[in-house]
């Protein structure tokens, strides 16, 4: 008697299982250029080549480079001689998060300040919360994920696929 008692309960909680897998809500799939959790993030070498082959074809040299497993810094200058500027860039490769924060913008306009560039340049593959900043005492241009894949689809085609594999990037 006990064992039916026993397998009765089990049988009726494999059905229900059944049940509410087949009937139950199922989550929505992501928005389109919601970050997802769980995949893997792009590894730091190949994230510098990328910002480097990026860089390259938009006509700006990189002078200086230094970084380490979360963010590269560079300082980077137009190729034309009578428009020529220097540019302070920060690549974050992986924010606390998965988002780049006030305090990270804030500390870019520190250092654009600082070495007196033409401008700033944040870059990472995922979102940047400019919330509550209002207005820059410089020029700070935002990539996100997502404008970082438009301007890779349009300057650098072929690294797209390379891309869709990792985390972020506005997919």
Do not use: C, W
């Amino acid at each position: 008697m006990l064992f039916v008692v026993a397998f009765g309960a089990l049988a009726v909680g494999g059905l229900l299982i059944m049940l509410i897998a087949r009937y139950g809500k199922h989550p929505q799939p992501y928005p389109a250029g919601a970050v997802v959790s769980g995949g893997l993030s792009i590894p730091y070498d190949e994230f510098r080549a990328l910002i480097i082959d990026l860089f390259e074809v938009l006509g700006l040299d990189i002078t200086h480079f230094s970084g380490n497993s979360a963010e590269l810094d560079l300082f980077a200058r137009t190729r034309g001689a009578l428009t020529a500027g220097k540019y302070i860039v920060h690549a974050h490769l992986t924010p606390p998060g998965d988002m780049v924060t006030q305090p990270q913008v804030l500390r870019l306009q520190d250092q654009v300040k600082g070495e007196g560039a033409q401008k700033g340049i944040l870059i990472t593959p995922y979102q940047i919360d400019r919330s509550g900043l209002g207005n820059l005492e410089v020029e700070i241009e935002f990539v996100d994920g997502r404008r970082f894949r438009e301007l890779l689809e349009e300057h650098l085609p072929k690294q797209v696929d390379r891309i869709a594999r990792y985390r972020g990037f506005g997919f």
